[in-house]
């Protein structure tokens, strides 16, 4: 059975760091791809960034430079590094497995987790 558990949302003001945490169990963690995706509420999912099996990496326009995504296949654990954190950045993170690495098809994840909420005060 596949499970993916996120951790480390909070709230932190405007400028802030936070680093999520996505420990993987059940599924071969090194295919296809992996990545994060969040929601604000009245809004739709949206892809922040992913992590190919090949290493490779991409990243939403409106993240690119303050955000990094990395893999420790060792520990299972999938991270988003999320630096110069802004208002507009307050969603409920979701980490997604088995998919094409199409920041605009979260469809295409077969699994995801429960969520973890990230809240940034101005």
């Known amino acids: 059975q596949v499970q993916l558990v996120e951790s480390g949302g909070d709230s932190v003001q405007a400028g802030g760091s936070l680093r999520l945490s996505c420990a993987a169990s059940?599924?071969?963690?090194?295919?296809?791809?992996m990545g994060w995706f969040r929601q604000a509420p009245g809004k739709e999912r949206e892809g922040v960034a992913t992590?190919?099996?090949?290493?490779?990496?991409s990243y939403a326009d409106s993240v690119k430079g303050r955000f990094t995504i990395s893999k420790d296949n060792a520990k299972n654990t999938l991270y988003l590094q999320m630096n110069s954190l802004k208002p507009e950045d307050t969603a409920m993170y979701y980490c997604?497995?088995?998919?094409?690495?199409?920041?605009?098809?979260?469809?295409?994840?077969?699994?995801w987790g429960q969520g973890t909420q990230v809240t940034v005060s101005s």
């Open positions: 997604a497995a088995d998919g094409g690495c199409d920041l605009s098809d979260y469809d295409d994840f077969n699994y």
């Open positions: 059940g599924l071969t963690y090194s295919s296809r791809c």
């Open positions: 992590f190919d099996s090949d290493g490779s990496t």
